[in-house]
């Protein structure tokens, strides 16, 4: 089969185990690309789909796929243009033996245009979102802002720990506010979109079209506001739209991983404006709120598990929302492909890559540093230096990559470690997983460096 009559099969599958909105969402711009060595290549539109797909549904592909084949596996990666990547530096840049003629970019929609309440995530409402202790005064504020943007609440700031639905609740307001009055102009943006656009911008001469697409909105949602630190030109810019959003009365909601104070390199003029209005913490849910998550997710589905099972996803997934619901999906795809009912044993044994990473401490990046330039025989202060020849840069993209894998840090606190960019981790990870795949000498070092970490680098999905 080609890789087109392959991923039509398995987009069938797929849309049997999950709900439409979600579907179209995630799936419906996700492009077969061809078949490299039997990998099967998806075209995917951002870095930030590709990320939110492979952290939630990598399990749902891959069984999809192998059902759409008759039985055999099917290796599947994604490729995304460099150039939505918002720029690279040298440490992005791979060797050229690791690139594929077939995993070429093509051409994209250009990064100017305005990301506009179309943009927003169709199942990222207030009715799907649940509600418990964890949430609830983050949630009141946020319906709040929504009936009545810009007269309470302004700023609000909204910070918590990945995975715990911060961009689902503003998100959410977006949509409330524009159901109660359709002619509402919104805007959401990430913070790191909101950086291409800038640098778009500049190269264009545009900066009075991009000032203006901000400015003349009346709901403007940034998420992962810390991914401004180091941006002065940006932060500058973004100091003027607060303010004229603000002294016309418009609602601005940011979301971040930290307080605002907490964030080190934010201008302190900025962070007094962002804690002005309401700053509210989201925190990991308990016992109760994640029972009552799972079993929403689960009426979404066309699957039924046992109470038992659900009990136990609840008891023993703790760390994030995120990781909750990939574990039942991962659960729900299991049941939906296989005829033999879903045991205790058998859900155990299947999310014990998941029940793993939940038992075990992060290890710190400074550790992670450590142990990657002593294997490599380096100074540990090459791990953040500017130095580029490629015995310096490869164990740098190793290090970057481990602390992705190996600990529940964001991609801006993990590119401020190396003293490097967010799309630099990014393109690691990429650049590090074709290395793998591609040379066993270097694969050996990277898992020979896994083991040292107390890790088995066979419950690391590179």
């Known amino acids: 089969m080609n890789a087109t009559t392959i991923w039509t099969k398995a987009c069938d599958q797929i849309m049997q185990i999950i709900n439409k909105s979600q579907y179209e969402a995630w799936f419906a711009t996700l492009r077969p690309l061809g078949l ?32 759409a084949s008759g039985g055999d596996a099917v290796p599947f990666r994604f490729v995304v243009s460099l150039e939505e990547a918002g720029g690279v530096d040298d440490d992005a840049t791979p060797p050229a033996s690791t690139l594929s003629r077939s995993a070429a970019p093509a051409k994209r929609r250009p990064r100017t245009q305005p990301a506009l309440a ?14 418990g202790p964890s949430n609830s005064f983050a949630h009141a504020a946020a319906t709040a802002v929504a009936q009545a943007p810009g007269r309470t609440y302004n700023p609000l700031f909204i ?7 911060k961009t689902h609740l503003i998100m959410a307001i977006g949509h409330r506010a524009v159901q109660n009055d359709p002619a509402t102009r919104v805007a959401y943006v990430t913070s790191e979109a909101l950086l291409n656009e ?8 545009a900066i009075t079209e991009f000032r203006n697409r901000y400015r003349k909105v009346d709901i403007l949602l940034v998420d992962d506001i810390q991914f401004l630190v180091g941006k002065q030109r940006l932060q500058e810019e973004f100091f003027h739209c607060f303010n004229d ?42 016992f109760e709120t994640r029972l009552a998550i799972l079993r929403y997710k689960q009426s979404a589905s066309k699957v039924v598990l046992s109470d038992a099972c659900m009990t136990f996803i609840a008891q023993h997934v703790t760390s994030n929302v995120r990781t909750l619901e990939g574990a039942l999906l991962r659960a729900i795809t299991f049941t939906t492909l296989n005829p033999q009912p879903l045991t205790l044993d058998t859900l155990q044994n299947l999310l014990k890559d998941v029940l793993t ?3 075990q401490e992060d290890i710190s990046f ?4 450590r142990i990657v330039a002593e294997h490599f025989d380096l100074r540990l202060t090459d791990m953040s230096s500017k130095r580029r020849p490629r015995s310096v840069a490869m164990p740098r ?6 602390c992705r894998k190996l600990t529940r840090s964001s991609l801006p606190e993990i590119a401020k470690a190396f003293g490097k960019t967010h799309a630099t981790v990014i393109h690691a990870c990429k650049l590090i997983k074709v290395i793998i795949e591609t040379d066993p000498d270097l694969a050996k070092q990277i898992y020979a460096v896994v083991r040292k970490l107390g890790r088995d680098p066979k419950d690391i999905d590179f």
């Not at 418009?250 to 930290?258: A, E, G, H, L, P």
């Not at 993209?397 to 481990?402: D, P, S, T």
């Open 36 to 67: 490299e060595r039997d990998t099967l290549l998806l075209g995917v539109d951002n870095d930030f789909k590709q990320t939110w797909i492979e952290e939630n549904y990598r399990d749902v592909i891959a069984s999809a796929l192998q059902v």
């Open 118 to 131: 179309a943009n927003l995530n169709p199942h990222f409402t207030f009715e799907e979102y649940v509600i």
């Open 159 to 165: 910070y918590g720990q990945t995975g715990l639905g």
């Open 198 to 205: 800038y640098i778009d911008a500049i190269q264009k001469n």
């Open 245 to 286: 959003l603000h002294m016309k009365g418009k609602q601005i909601v940011m979301t971040s991983d930290r307080p605002a104070r907490e964030i080190d390199g934010l201008e302190q003029r900025l962070v007094s404006r962002f804690e002005s209005g309401l700053v509210t913490e989201l925190e990991c849910p308990d």
């Open 357 to 359: 990473q939940e038992t």
């Open 366 to 369: 400074d550790e992670i540093q």
């Open 397 to 402: 993209q190793v290090a970057m990559v481990l």
